[in-house]
């Protein structure tokens, strides 16, 4: 059995592949715009839940559906400088009234005491928002976030808060390394 190729063939073969790549390359685009974004941890602020190198997933497409919930750790374009995407656990919405005292925090003068999320860590202060015996309240339309490895994280209270349109998403899965597989709480 002969083989040929004509030039025909090599062009529509090729267009088939380009075709192909490019729908492959819009669905991409359009997922991680959309729905699901990998990120990389690249420092220790939100030790121990979340690692230096870890590798994560954000559902972008949550909080377009439902608002955040306390406690949350959460992807938006730090207010600084958009350019740079931040995580950190959602501590504060519009209104409350934020105070770090004795270690934990206070919102509206009750201390979140969730073992689960709040309890196991001791929050530092630090001004401009959030030094001893401040009590801040956080503006219409932003969030106070704060790392969980609060004496070596640069978070809300370093440089204030973070406006609703900055939040990118909610960070659910943890996909590397092996070892550290699962969601994210």
């Not at 002969?2 to 088939?16: G, M, V």
């Not at 230096?52 to 600084?80: C, M, S, T, W």
């Not at 932003?142 to 370093?158: E, K, M, P, Q």
């Not at 973070?162 to 996909?175: C, D, H, I, T």
Request: proline letters at 6%.
């Amino acid at each position: 059995m002969k083989l040929s190729c004509t030039r025909e063939t090599l062009i529509r073969e090729a267009k088939e592949w380009a075709q192909s790549i490019l729908v492959a390359l819009v669905l991409t685009l359009f997922i991680r715009h959309y729905f699901v974004q990998a990120f990389k941890i690249p420092s220790g602020s939100m030790r121990p839940t979340l690692v230096e190198g870890d590798k994560l997933f954000v559902n972008k497409l949550g909080y377009r559906l439902h608002d955040p919930a306390r406690g949350d750790i959460v992807v938006f374009k730090y207010p600084q400088d958009p350019k740079k995407d931040f995580i950190k656990r959602l501590v504060a919405f519009e209104g409350e009234v934020v105070e770090i005292k004795d270690g934990k925090i206070l919102i509206n003068e009750r201390v979140l005491d969730d073992p689960e999320t709040f309890g196991k860590f001791y929050y530092y202060n630090h001004d401009p928002f959030g030094g001893p015996y401040e009590k801040i309240r956080v503006p219409e339309g932003s969030y106070y976030v704060l790392g969980d490895n609060s004496a070596n994280s640069t978070d809300s209270r370093f440089w204030g808060f973070v406006p609703k349109k900055n939040l990118l998403g909610k960070a659910v899965l943890r996909w590397w390394p092996p070892k550290r597989i699962g969601r994210i709480e």
